[in-house]
Each structure stands twice: as C-alpha cells, then as structure tokens.
C-alpha cells in the first residue's frame, strides 16, 4: 500500500511541475489509501482496507509487484542508476 502511495506523490509532483494539478481517474487507489491525508501519505490501515474493500489488498500486491519488476530489470528512469 505504501508503494502505491509513493507511486501517486511521484505522479502528483511530476503533474505540479508541468502546471497541470488535475489527476486521471486512474489514481483512485491511491487516493483510497491516503484518505485526505495533506502531505500524501498512508492513512488507512490493512485491517481498515480488508473490511472496507478486501479487493484492494490483491490491487496493492499486483502493483508492488510491477514497481518491484520495473525496479529489478533498470528500465525506468524515474529510478536512476544503481
């Protein structure tokens, strides 16, 4: 849940920066998981998202994944050279 978090700061600066503030629908999970929270971080708890909506711990864990795949295989610059 934190990486999906993080993913979405990224996304949010990066859209602040080239002066668009409006997110696409696809950051919903994101702002699920920081429920209002100013400084965009993790405000719902894994117990809280499993009795709210169990279906987003599965969305969270195929993300992870992803991000951790993209992160092995050095493709993306948003992670710089190791």
């Known amino acids: 849940m934190n990486a999906v978090c993080a993913l979405y700061r990224q996304h949010v600066a990066a859209r ?3 002066g668009r503030s409006k997110t696409g ?3 919903a999970l ?3 998981l ?3 929270d100013r400084e965009l971080r993790l405000r719902k708890s894994v117990s809280e998202v499993k009795k709210e909506r169990p279906d987003v711990i599965g969305q969270c864990r195929k993300l992870a994944t ?3 795949q993209i992160y092995c295989a050095a493709d993306e610059p948003f992670f710089g050279q190791s």
Do not use: P
Request: proline residues 0%.
């Open 16 to 18: 602040k920066s080239k």
């Open 25 to 27: 629908g696809g950051c």
């Open 30 to 32: 994101a702002e699920y």
């Open 34 to 36: 920081i429920d209002g």
């Open 66 to 68: 992803k991000l951790f």
